[in-house]
């Protein structure tokens, strides 16, 4: 059996060695402070000087030359109490606003920091880089920027925070380049802030040197349009960098207008539909036509291709678009319509035509549709082209040419006459001769009716009233003229007496003896009556008035009370009804016409049957009273003569 002593631990020499021996090798180890961070470099430049010049005890290892181990911790220890103090010592107040910013920084700085840069480096093309590295760091401002566009900033911001001789120190410098260079800085710049700016900063050393490039040499923006606005629409959810790019580009055109709506009518005017930059587009487009008086500019050049997008846009029911909006851009439309057809129509209005007739359809909503035919019936006013154009369209464009012919019969006495007769006849007449040729159809059955109707109106007999009035009037004032002139008074003419062996003129003085008369008495008793009723009137029913007022105020108050659920009931469904009632109008407007039009052709078709029946006998009654109306005007002319 085994004996119940306990049992004996045995050890190990040799372990228990080997335990000392590893104590004694770290004590006596050479210790490094791991824990010291590394000096960063603000340029390349700096980490390549590193090279030469001796590691600074901050980043260099320490080692201690001693085997005593607790001298080393010792020495750690206070290296880490150094960084910590220059740690501290580093930590500023942060800077929240880009003028604190640009008081730190001096026009020397920049121009010690520029030549700093060139010294060290032969490429000019790192000179541009370094020295916008070290504005970022400069104009390093802790607050984001919540609004690219710079909406609520003085104009030209941030470039017009600069002092006159910090800007002029830029300016300059970014003519000692050539343009290929700084063209190629500018895209780099722009490639640069289209990134992720949470991660980046607000980096206002990019901004203000591509504002200061954008307006000095807006060519650089023109060449990158297309590149630009395929980026805005890929990237449509970093709004923040694609509203930064559009403040970009409108800055090229700061002090030629030209150029401004150039940038407009590529870049702005494509991304009006799109929520977040329509207002900044129509604000932008308002402000170049402000820009223009302040140039004296009188008109800008806007081809078709700009001009058609505009008027398309303009009239299209948009969804996206805010209501203000919309309506600013229909203000601004007749000023650029203007400036679209140019100073001499008559050569720029045939280049219009063809475009405008083929948007002529029966979809177009009824503002839309009105537009177009008053710039087409402006076309063929001013320019004789035009109707050389509509006639080589006219077989391909029945439908539009229908609408325009009708709108031309409904409206003759109004815009139809601005057309020259003569242009409009010789048309027609042609148009009519290719509808005899044409297979039957609706449409050409109702150019066919339209154009006789046309023909007619311009071969027929009109009676010129005007004309005729104008010449009556004008022949009783020579007359009259010469009665006065001949006799060498009025009083001596023959009109006057005329008057008075006729009895008119007693009767007429008779008449304004009483009119005097009764109005004298009439005045004199207003003004003795009128202030005393007036006073009474006031001293009676002021009270009255006064508490009606007080009632009426509080009634519409509660009435504007009670009736709340059933404002915001309007408020919440009406536009939804507007909306509907918009879009089934034109159906229902266009059926009411068609009927109206057929009620009216019945009715014109009856009422010429009836008068075609019964012309004769008014022909006969006419014959058997003319000469008794004859006698009697005779006797009439004769009684006058005698009396």
């Not at 203000?331 to 007739?357: C, I, N, W």
């Amino acid at each position: 059996m085994a004996s119940p002593a306990k049992w004996d631990v045995v050890s190990h020499g040799k372990k228990k060695d080997k335990k000392t021996s590893k104590k004694a090798f770290i004590e006596n180890a050479t210790i490094v402070d791991t824990s010291a961070p590394l000096e960063t470099s603000k340029t390349i430049y700096q980490a390549l000087d590193k090279k030469q010049k001796p590691l600074s005890p901050v980043n260099s290892l320490t080692t201690s030359s001693s085997s005593n181990g607790i001298q080393a911790k010792k020495a750690a220890q206070g290296g880490d109490k150094t960084t910590k103090t220059k740690k501290k010592e580093k930590k500023a107040a942060p800077v929240t606003c880009l003028e604190d910013a640009l008081k730190t920084l001096g026009c020397n700085d920049m121009k010690k920091q520029f030549n700093e840069i060139k010294s060290k480096s032969n490429a000019p093309s790192l000179w541009l880089g370094e020295f916008v590295n070290f504005l970022n760091v400069k104009l390093n401002v802790a607050t984001k920027i919540t609004d690219p566009f710079f909406l609520e900033k003085p104009p030209a911001y941030p470039l017009s925070a600069l002092n006159q001789n910090q800007l002029e120190f830029l300016v300059a410098t970014f003519k000692q380049f050539d343009e290929s260079m700084l063209e190629q800085f500018f895209t780099y710049c722009m490639t640069e802030m289209k990134k992720d700016s949470d991660k980046t900063g607000p980096n206002y050393g990019y901004r203000i040197t591509l504002q200061c490039l954008a307006r000095n040499y807006p060519q650089f923006v023109s060449k990158s349009t297309k590149l630009n606005l395929e980026f805005i629409k890929k990237k449509q959810g970093m709004q923040q960098q694609c509203q930064f790019v559009m403040w970009v580009c409108s800055q090229a055109g700061n002090d030629d207008v030209h150029i401004a709506f150039k940038v407009w009518s590529d870049l702005m005017l494509p991304l009006i539909g799109y929520k977040a930059f329509s207002q900044f587009s129509i604000n932008y487009l308002e402000e170049i036509i402000q820009r223009m008086k302040k140039q004296k500019v009188a008109r800008l050049h806007i081809t078709p291709s700009e001009f058609f997008p505009i008027l398309d846009f303009v009239f299209t029911p948009n969804q996206s678009l805010p209501q203000n909006l919309q309506k600013k851009l229909e203000d601004l439309y007749p000023k650029l319509k203007e400036m679209a057809f140019g100073v001499d129509p008559q050569e720029t209005l045939r280049h219009y035509f063809p475009s405008l007739l083929t948007r002529l359809t029966g979809h177009n909503s009824s503002k839309y549709k009105d537009e177009l035919l008053l710039c087409l019936v402006r076309c063929l006013s001013n320019d004789r082209q035009c109707l050389s154009g509509w006639r080589l369209l006219y077989v391909s464009h029945l439908q539009q040419s229908a609408i325009l012919l009708n709108h031309l019969l409904d409206n003759w006495d109004g815009q139809t006459k601005t057309i020259p007769k003569s242009w409009l006849h010789e048309t027609v007449h042609a148009f009519s001769i290719t509808n005899e040729d044409l297979s039957s159809d609706y449409k050409v059955d109702e150019c066919k009716k339209t154009c006789q109707e046309l023909l007619l109106r311009m071969t027929g007999f009109e009676f010129p009233w005007k004309l005729a009035i104008f010449t009556v009037l004008l022949s009783v004032g020579v007359l009259l003229f010469v009665d006065v002139y001949s006799s060498g008074s009025f009083t001596d003419s023959r009109l006057v007496a005329f008057g008075n062996k006729s009895g008119v003129t007693a009767v007429l003085l008779q008449a304004w003896s009483k009119i005097t008369f009764y109005s004298s008495i009439a005045s004199k008793w207003l003004l003795e009556n009128i202030p005393k009723y007036y006073s009474t009137f006031c001293n009676f029913c002021a009270p009255y008035l006064q508490l009606l007022l007080k009632y009426m105020a509080y009634s519409c108050n509660y009435f504007l009370e009670v009736t709340q659920p059933i404002q915001l009931w309007f408020k919440e469904y009406i536009p939804i009804v507007i909306a509907w009632v918009e879009a089934k109008a034109p159906v229902v407007l266009a059926e009411v016409s068609r009927y109206l039009q057929i009620m009216y052709e019945f009715v014109a078709y009856y009422c010429g049957l009836i008068l075609v029946f019964i012309a004769p006998y008014f022909v006969a009654v006419y014959n058997v009273v003319e000469p008794y109306v004859s006698q009697a005007y005779d006797a009439v002319i004769a009684f006058v003569k005698n009396v």
